[in-house]
């Protein structure tokens, strides 16, 4: 169990849910309905996978987290590219916060892949039952 709120990842996670809130909150009233509650679900659903994650007592289970807020980054991004197409958020200002969609995952990926290595690490270093002691 570790501390979310010392993870890189967490931190950018959820500085892009206050960037995501505030370009969200410009909408024009009665357009695409249910487009920003699903793309303010999504992205706050990034850093909460994470922050649960992190609690959970083995490196496994954190890894699946990680890979749920991944998922939770994709549907954001698409939420995100939509929003853009449709004209609700600028095409410059949904760029950088797609960018940051991509940024955020990519970190997700990578501290999945380190967790992963490590439990196969920790695996590795036990002996075998079938060892001679």
Same mark, same amino acid.
């Given at each position: 169990?570790?501390?979310?709120?010392?993870?890189?990842?967490?931190?950018?996670?959820?500085?892009?849910?206050?960037?995501?809130?505030?370009?969200?909150?410009?909408?024009?009233?009665?357009?695409?309905?249910?487009?920003?509650?699903?793309?303010?679900?999504?992205?706050?659903?990034?850093?909460?996978?994470?922050?649960?994650?992190?609690?959970?007592?083995? $490196?496994?289970?954190? *890894? #699946?987290?990680? @890979?749920?807020?991944?998922?939770?980054? /994709?549907? +954001?991004?698409?939420?995100?590219?939509?929003?853009?197409?449709?004209?609700?958020?600028?095409?410059?200002?949904?760029?950088?916060?797609?960018?940051?969609?991509?940024?955020?995952?990519?970190?997700?990926?990578?501290?999945? $892949?380190?967790?992963? *290595? #490590?439990?196969? @690490?920790?695996?590795?270093?036990?002996? /075998?039952? +079938?060892?001679?002691?």
């Amino acid at each position: 169990m570790q501390d979310h709120t010392k993870l890189l990842v967490w931190q950018r996670a959820r500085a892009l849910v206050v960037n995501t809130h505030e370009a969200a909150s410009t909408f024009p009233s009665g357009t695409v309905p249910g487009l920003r509650a699903q793309l303010m679900r999504a992205t706050m659903s990034i850093s909460a996978n994470i922050a649960e994650g992190a609690a959970k007592s083995s $490196r496994r289970d954190f *890894a #699946r987290y990680l @890979e749920i807020a991944a998922g939770s980054a /994709s549907e +954001a991004e698409h939420h995100m590219t939509i929003a853009g197409d449709l004209g609700v958020i600028g095409s410059p200002v949904a760029g950088r916060l797609i960018d940051r969609i991509i940024e955020v995952r990519r970190m997700l990926y990578g501290l999945r $892949r380190a967790l992963l *290595a #490590r439990d196969g @690490e920790a695996r590795s270093e036990r002996p /075998s039952p +079938a060892a001679d002691p």
